[in-house]
């Protein structure tokens, strides 16, 4: 009944020096390293930054998307992250705090172990990228430690579609009440299926929109068969 979405796409984070652009850390998520690409990739998202600084935004880029891609940067003191998410489809805006506190999450926990060698690299200019290699352990940690918030979210959106497609609200505002708890309520769902086929439409509908969010916070989803 539970399983992750069979769709596979790629979500990768970068970890990038502020100053002149060096990739100290890059982890893929959902995909194969691609080592040709990485600094490629580490300049353009480095000029991009650079040039929205340049034309009055302090901050530099927040989020940029392109059909099926979006590049969503978190600014730290020292160095940007940027989780960027590929996929078939673009994502549904109700996962933007989830995403968006990852990001954030992954660059404060970055800045807070790595400091003292930020500031030394930083000022020579001579960069031990070895140094960070573990660093995708915390990632780990950090996406289990969102997981359970996830969770909940992805139950919410079942609950709230499922009222869109006219299951009453008598048996769905109970559920979300529940989940709001942090109780796991999939288990009630075969029984409000079998009672409103409709439920179907909007199970499908949220395992979809937001696959990748899913998979990368490896959620058990509700699977129809």
């Known amino acids: 009944?539970?399983?992750?979405?069979?769709?596979?796409?790629?979500?990768?984070?970068?970890?990038?020096?502020?100053?002149?652009?060096?990739?100290?850390?890059?982890?893929?998520?959902?995909?194969?390293?691609?080592?040709?690409?990485?600094?490629?990739?580490?300049?353009?998202?480095?000029?991009?930054?650079?040039?929205?600084?340049?034309?009055?935004f302090p901050e530099g880029v927040s989020l940029i998307r392109s059909g099926s891609l979006e590049a969503r940067f978190s600014p730290g003191k020292y160095v940007?992250?940027?989780?960027?998410?590929?996929?078939?489809?673009?994502?549904?805006?109700?996962?933007?705090?989830?995403?968006?506190?990852?990001?954030?999450?992954?660059?404060?926990?970055?800045?807070?172990?790595?400091?003292?060698?930020?500031?030394?690299?930083?000022?020579?200019?001579?960069?031990?990228?070895?140094?960070?290699?573990?660093f995708r352990t915390k990632i780990d940690d950090i996406i289990n430690k969102f997981g359970s918030e996830t969770f909940q979210l992805y139950q919410k959106l079942i609950l709230i579609e499922a009222m869109y497609a006219k299951v009453p609200q008598k048996w769905c505002l109970p559920l979300l009440e529940r989940v709001s708890n942090g109780e796991n309520v999939l288990k009630e769902f075969p029984a409000l299926i079998k009672k409103y086929p409709n439920m179907k439409k909007a199970i499908s509908k949220v395992n979809y929109n937001n696959a990748p969010v899913w998979e990368i916070f490896a959620i058990p989803i509700y699977r129809l068969d």
């Open 1 to 56: 009944m539970s399983m992750k979405p069979e769709i596979r796409q790629s979500v990768e984070v970068y970890i990038i020096t502020k100053d002149d652009g060096t990739l100290l850390h890059k982890y893929s998520i959902l995909n194969i390293d691609d080592k040709v690409r990485d600094e490629l990739t580490s300049g353009f998202l480095t000029a991009l930054n650079k040039f929205a600084k340049e034309i009055g």
């Open 80 to 134: 940007f992250s940027v989780l960027i998410i590929d996929y078939s489809m673009p994502l549904g805006f109700m996962t933007e705090p989830i995403l968006s506190g990852l990001a954030e999450e992954i660059t404060r926990t970055f800045e807070n172990i790595y400091l003292n060698e930020l500031i030394s690299q930083i000022e020579s200019r001579i960069y031990k990228t070895e140094i960070y290699r573990n």
